[in-house]
Nanobody, 120 residues
Framework: QVRLVESGGGLVQAGGSLRLSCVASGSIVSINGMRWYRQTPGKQREFVAGITSVGITNYADSVKGRFAVSRDNVKNTVYLQMNSLKPNDTAVYYC??????????????WGQGTQVTVSS
């Protein structure tokens, strides 16, 4: 059983910064892509940022230049550094990872989410 646990969310003033972490634990052979999404009440979950196994990154237009995604393959962790935060960045942030366990094909796992609230 593989679990993803996000941390680092909280309350911050507009213009401030937060760093989210997402750690995978359990029986893991390999991890491919890692991504961050966010969701606000009544809206669909939206893509925020992603990073491939070789470190290629991509971002939603709304966060380009402000957010940075990175990964530590030894720690099975993906990070999201969020700078110049705005009130409309307020959301629950979720990570997912595409990974393999022993005797499995690639599959997707989601974390439970961490709340980010940006006050004006």
């Amino acid at each position: 059983q593989v679990r993803l646990v996000e941390s680092g969310g909280g309350l911050v003033q507009a213009g401030g910064s937060l760093r989210l972490s997402c750690v995978a634990s359990g029986s893991i052979v390999s991890i491919n892509g890692m991504r961050w999404y966010r969701q606000t009440p009544g809206k669909q979950r939206e893509f925020v940022a992603g990073i491939t196994s070789v470190g290629i990154t991509n971002y939603a237009d709304s966060v380009k230049g402000r957010f940075a995604v990175s990964r530590d393959n030894v720690k099975n962790t993906v990070y999201l550094q969020m700078n110049s935060l705005k009130p409309n960045d307020t959301a629950v942030y979720y990570c997912n990872q595409v990974l393999k366990s022993p005797d499995t094909d690639w599959y997707l796992v989601w974390g439970q989410g961490t709340q980010v609230t940006v006050s004006s």
